[in-house]
């Protein structure tokens, strides 16, 4: 009797989800229906309003019909050499037609800055140190004697020279400067025959390598232990003492004379 029993609820239940299902689609079928009865009876309200939208015509058409109120965007003419595309505009604006623009924008005279006119009241004379190369590429330590404008800071004024590099005179007796471009010197002191100089991050990374880096600071001790106060340098870069310079290991953890090298 029991075993009955179960089977007959299994009967039922598996009845009664069928009949849930069937339900369910019956009440789905109905609601379609309903939304086509209802779409049908509003046929003609619906069309009319797409026609009054002109709905075709704005989808289709590739001059449609302004609605009364509504504007028209402006039509941009295309030309032929407009079809290039980016082959057309990069020609435009080559390098080429640029340099050809600067050039022609420095045909007009361009006023030089004026200098300061150096006199025996605004100069002193200082004792600047270059490079020059022989023709095995040899270098050797050069002593320059020019004057420059007078300053409160005789050292840096000379050490600023150097950075800046030589003159015409001295270019055209084979000096160069080996200081790297973009150098600053942003203080100098003395303190007990030692000068503190204290460089820019540009000064540690010279573009000849190990000896131009020795050079390099051959030009800045030369021109220091010129000063009759200044025995030996210690080189600072932003301010921080540093064991080797640049990448090429050029001790300068310690001052530096004129013997060093």
Do not use: H
């Not at 990069?90 to 200098?115: H, L, T, Y």
Request: glycine share 6%; hydrophobic share 40%; proline share 3%.
């Amino acid at each position: 009797m029991e075993i009955l029993d179960s089977e007959e609820k299994k009967a039922r239940l598996s009845f009664l989800k069928k009949r849930r299902t069937v339900v369910a689609f019956l009440l789905w079928l109905l609601s379609m229906m309903l939304l086509i009865a209802l779409f049908l009876a509003k046929k003609d309200i619906v069309k009319q309003n797409l026609e009054e939208a002109r709905v075709k015509e704005r989808l289709f058409d590739k001059n449609p019909t302004l609605l009364e109120g509504e504007t028209s965007a402006p039509v941009i003419a295309t030309t032929k050499d407009d079809e290039l595309g980016f082959e057309n505009n990069f020609e435009a604006f080559s390098p080429e037609s640029e340099i050809a623009q600067d050039d022609s924008a420095q045909e007009e005279p361009v006023a030089e800055s004026e200098s300061i006119e150096l006199t025996a009241e605004n100069s002193v004379d200082a004792s600047l140190f270059f490079v020059r190369l022989d023709d095995d590429g040899n270098g050797s330590i050069v002593l320059s004697t020019r004057k420059i404008e007078k300053s409160d800071s005789p050292m840096m004024s000379a050490i600023n020279a150097v950075i800046k590099g030589v003159n015409e005179e001295e270019s055209n007796r084979g000096l160069m400067s080996l200081v790297p471009e973009g150098s600053e010197l942003l203080g100098a002191t003395v303190s007990d025959g030692v000068a503190l100089l204290d460089f820019n991050e540009s000064f540690e990374y010279n573009n000849f390598g190990f000896q131009g880096t020795l050079y390099q600071l051959k030009q800045i001790v030369y021109t220091a232990t010129a000063f009759p106060t200044v025995s030996s340098v210690q080189i600072l870069i932003n301010g921080e003492k540093c064991d080797y310079l640049g990448s090429e290991g050029v001790f300068i953890g310690s001052p530096l004379t004129r013997e060093s090298f």
